[in-house]
Nanobody, 119 residues
Framework: VQLQASGGGLVQPGGSLRLSCAAS????????MGWYRQAPGKQRELVAT???????NYADSVKGRFTISRDNAKNTVYLQMNSLKPEDTAVYYC??????????????WGQGTQVTVSS
């Protein structure tokens, strides 16, 4: 199973970006999916998660600005980021709790995509 994240980049404060993360491979089903981020010199932190039935959870710092969603048919999770702030600058990682076809249940991470908010 692989998670491929995309959509990062450089954006001015107040701007928007949309991250995508597609899971591929021997997938039977996917439970929770989520986004985490890690800024330089800081620990990785939760940004947002979404369950298989669409229940969401957000870090307080992004509530009202970020929206997580998923397309179960495409095994893809999205993160719409609006009103971006310089403190949102980080490498963003996607995560998925996957039931594989042959090997059981595992937690997978994407490779990370850089988001830089700067004028």
């Amino acid at each position: 199973v692989q998670l491929q994240a995309s959509g990062g980049g450089l954006v001015q404060p107040g701007g928007s970006l949309r991250l995508s993360c597609a899971a591929s491979g021997s997938i039977a089903s996917i439970y929770g999916m989520g986004w985490y981020r890690q800024a330089p010199g800081k620990q990785r932190e939760l940004v947002a998660t979404i369950t298989g039935d669409g229940s969401t959870n957000y870090a307080d710092s992004v509530k009202g600005r970020f929206t997580i969603s998923r397309d179960n048919a495409k095994n893809t999770v999205y993160l719409q980021m609006n009103s971006l702030k310089p403190e949102d600058t980080a490498v963003y990682y996607c995560n998925a709790d996957v039931i594989t076809i042959v090997a059981g249940r595992f937690d997978y991470w994407g490779q990370g995509t850089q988001v830089t908010v700067s004028s």
